[in-house]
C-alpha cells in the first residue's frame, strides 16, 4: 500500500511539472499565452521604473516608491526564474543558456546593490560600479524575445543566413579598407586657404571612419574630401552604401519568408531547451527528445 503511494505521488508531483512547463516556457495554450502577456507587462513596468530612475527630478520626489517598485519586480522575476528552473527538465541546460543568464541578469543586480558593501562607500568609483550594476537591469527587456511567437522565427532567419551576412560584413570591410586607404592617399596632407593642415584623413583608420560614416548614409559632417578626386569617391561611396543597404534585408526577408512556410510554434523542448520547431513536429530536430 505504502508503494502505490508513493508511486501515485511521484506521478502527481510530474504532472505538477509537466503543467506548470507548458504554462511557462510555451505559448500554445490559453494559460499560456496569458502568463506571457503578464509576464510581458511586468517587464515593461520595470523597465519602466528603470528609466524613471534615470531621471534625478523623479528619483528625489519618489526615491520610496521607485525601491518599492523596484524590489516588487526583483522578487516577481527571482519566482519566475526559481519556477523555471524547477519545471525544467534540465534545470543546468535553462540555467546556462542565453535566456536563462539573461533572466539571472534581470535580478541579480538588486541583490548586489542590497549588499553591505555598497552602502558604506562614497568614492566616485564605487558610485560607477553602482551604476554600471543597476544598468543591467535594462537586460530585462531581453526577456521579451522568447515570448514573441515571431521572435523565434527571426531568430532562426538571421541564424540560417549567417554565412551570406558574414560574406556581406566582409565585402563592407573589404570596400571601407579599399576606399579609406585611396582618401588617405587622395586627402592625406592637405592644407586649408589659409595654410593650416586639414584633419580627418591623416590615417588609414581615420579615412576608414569615414568610409563608414559614408556608406552607412549617416553623414556627420566632421570630415569631409575637399579635392575634385576626393569628392568623386565619395559620390561613389555614397551610391554604393545605398546599393548595399538592401542587401541585408533581401537576405533575411528570403529567410523569413522560407521560415513562414515551415510553420514554427512556440514548443520549447524538454531535454535541450530548443526552440523553432515545426508545427506537426514531435520530436526534436535537434536532439531527438519527445515533444
Known amino acids: 500500500m505504502s508503494k502505490l503511494t508513493t508511486v501515485s505521488h511521484k506521478d502527481d508531483t510530474r504532472s505538477w511539472r509537466e503543467r506548470w512547463y507548458e504554462i511557462i516556457f ?5 494559460a499560456g499565452k ?3 502577456v503578464l509576464l510581458l507587462i511586468a517587464i515593461l513596468l520595470s523597465v519602466l521604473v528603470v528609466m524613471c530612475e534615470s531621471v534625478e527630478a523623479i528619483r528625489e520626489e519618489y526615491p520610496k516608491l521607485l525601491v518599492r517598485a523596484e524590489w516588487f519586480f526583483t522578487l516577481l522575476f527571482t519566482c519566475e526564474y526559481a519556477m523555471r528552473i524547477v519545471c525544467a527538465r534540465r534545470p543546468m541546460r ?6 536563462g543568464i539573461v533572466d539571472l541578469l534581470a535580478i541579480l543586480p538588486t541583490y548586489i546593490i542590497a549588499l553591505p558593501f555598497f552602502e558604506g562607500g562614497r568614492s566616485a568609483q564605487r558610485l560607477a560600479v553602482i551604476r ?3 544598468l543591467l537591469r535594462a537586460f530585462r ?16 532567419a538571421i541564424w540560417s543566413a549567417r554565412a551570406k551576412i558574414a560574406v556581406f560584413l566582409s565585402s563592407v570591410l573589404i570596400a571601407v ?5 585611396a582618401m588617405h592617399l587622395i586627402e592625406g596632407g592637405r592644407e586649408n586657404s589659409e595654410g593650416q593642415p586639414i584633419h580627418g584623413f591623416d590615417s588609414i583608420p581615420e579615412s576608414m571612419y569615414w568610409a563608414i560614416v559614408t556608406m552607412t548614409t549617416v553623414g556627420y559632417g566632421d570630415v569631409s574630401p575637399t579635392t575634385a578626386l576626393g569628392k568623386a569617391l565619395a559620390a561613389c561611396m555614397m551610391i554604393l552604401g545605398y546599393c548595399m543597404i ?12 522560407h521560415a513562414g512556410r515551415k510553420g514554427l510554434t512556440t514548443q ?4 535541450c531547451m530548443a526552440e523553432g520547431h515545426d508545427s506537426d513536429a514531435t520530436h526534436c530536430k535537434y536532439c531527438g527528445g519527445k515533444l
Not at 510555451?26 to 490559453?30: G, I, L, Q, V
Not at 527587456?141 to 532562426?156: D, G, N, P, V, W
Not at 579598407?177 to 586607404?181: L, M, Q
Not at 520549447?268 to 531535454?271: D, K
Request: with cysteine; charged share 15%.
Open 268 to 271: 520549447v523542448c524538454p531535454e
Open 132 to 134: 554600471a550594476i543597476r
Open 177 to 181: 579598407v579599399i576606399v579609406g586607404s
Open 94 to 99: 535553462y540555467i546556462f543558456s542565453f535566456y
Open 141 to 156: 527587456i531581453f526577456k521579451l524575445a522568447h515570448m514573441l511567437s515571431e521572435a523565434t522565427a527571426l531568430r532562426q
Open 34 to 36: 496569458l502568463f506571457d
Open 26 to 30: 510555451e505559448a500554445d495554450t490559453p
Open 246 to 257: 538592401i542587401v541585408p534585408t533581401g537576405i533575411v526577408s528570403a529567410e523569413l519568408a
